[in-house]
Nanobody, 121 residues
Framework: QVQVEESGGGSVQTGGSLTLSCKVS????????MAWYRQTPGKQRELVAG???????NYASSAKGRFTASRDNAKNILVLEMNALKPEDTAVYYC???????????????WGQGTQVTVNS
């Protein structure tokens, strides 16, 4: 069983910073890619940053220059450092993981439960 758990959300003032973490657990999981998405009420979930196991991180245009995503493959952790936060960054942030959950299995996608980020003006 693969579990994805985010932490680090909260409320900050405009211009502030927050760091989100995502921990993936599952004894045999072979993680391929990890990503941060966010969603606001009435809107589709949108990609914030995608971090492949090997390759360059890609960012949404709204995140470039302000957000930094990084992963620790040994610990199955994904981090999102968010700086210069704006009210429009307010959303529920989700961690999404694609990986092979065990022997004989194929790639599957797993979502965390989300963590709320609120940026006050």
């Amino acid at each position: 069983q693969v579990q994805v758990e985010e932490s680090g959300g909260g409320s900050v003032q405009t211009g502030g910073s927050l760091t989100l973490s995502c921990k993936v657990s599952g004894s045999n999981v072979d993680i391929r890619s990890m990503a941060w998405y966010r969603q606001t009420p009435g809107k589709q979930r949108e990609l914030v940053a995608g971090v492949p196991r090997d390759g360059n991180t890609n960012y949404a245009s709204s995140a470039k220059g302000r957000f930094t995503a990084s992963r620790d493959n040994a610990k199955n952790i994904l981090v999102l450092e968010m700086n210069a936060l704006k009210p429009e960054d307010t959303a529920v942030y989700y961690c999404y993981v694609i990986g092979i959950p065990g022997p004989g299995r194929v790639n599957e996608g797993f979502w965390g439960q989300g963590t709320q980020v609120t940026v006050n003006s």
